[in-house]
């Protein structure tokens, strides 16, 4: 069978390099939740935007509220809103953005520079890819068994590579799929 390589992979490759843990730099940011997950539900690609976030939380939030866990969604200041998170987007140090990742149990959300940076600090990870193949550019770093990656089916068809989509391939994902996957990774028993 064929291994599709990583884009990580490729550019060590044309550059010469060797591939390491990345280091990631962090800046305190008070955060009011001792425990919570994270959600980067935008990407900077309309196509790579998920447009069910809103159902997955309706269905994940009354597990996590009764563990004592919050929401934290981070992103872009423009970032449409998702019900029932708490929301730091638009935080002008990327600094505090990464620590607040780094401090979660798990981080979760469309593919971004922030599962990078969750890939980098060995976090549980669920991500969606439709565009691009899961294998190519999905998390690099941290414990494969603590990544769930949804790759939309796309109705067959190949990967468009487009960053634009109508209709969105992402959005074939099934919203329940990912919620049980978070679940699942948090350890809280759900039906």
Not at 89 to 116: A, C, E, P, R, V
Not at 144 to 155: D, P
Request: hydrophobic share 35%; net charge positive.
């Amino acid at each position: 069978s064929i291994r599709l390589m990583h884009l990580i992979e490729q550019y060590a490759l044309s550059c010469g390099v060797k591939i390491d843990k990345p280091f990631v730099e962090t800046c305190f940011f008070p955060i009011p939740s001792k425990k919570y997950i994270t959600l980067h539900a935008s990407s900077g690609m309309q196509a790579k935007n998920y447009d069910y976030y809103n159902e997955v939380i309706q269905m994940i939030h009354p597990y996590l509220q009764k563990e004592g866990i919050d929401i934290i969604q981070i992103g872009e200041k423009d970032d449409k809103k998702i019900n029932g998170c708490l929301h730091y987007t638009g935080l002008k140090d990327l600094k505090q953005t990464f620590y607040i990742i780094q401090n979660s149990l798990l981080h979760f959300g469309n593919d971004s520079f922030s599962t990078h940076v969750a890939s980098g600090f060995d976090k549980k990870i669920v991500s969606l890819y439709s565009i691009l193949y899961k294998e190519c550019c999905g998390p690099y770093w941290g414990k494969k068994e603590n990544h769930e990656l949804f790759e939309s089916h796309r109705g067959g068809s190949k990967a468009s590579f487009s960053n634009q989509e109508n209709p969105k391939t992402i959005n074939m994902i099934m919203p329940e799929k990912i919620a049980q996957s978070v679940l699942k990774l948090l350890g809280i028993k759900n039906n």
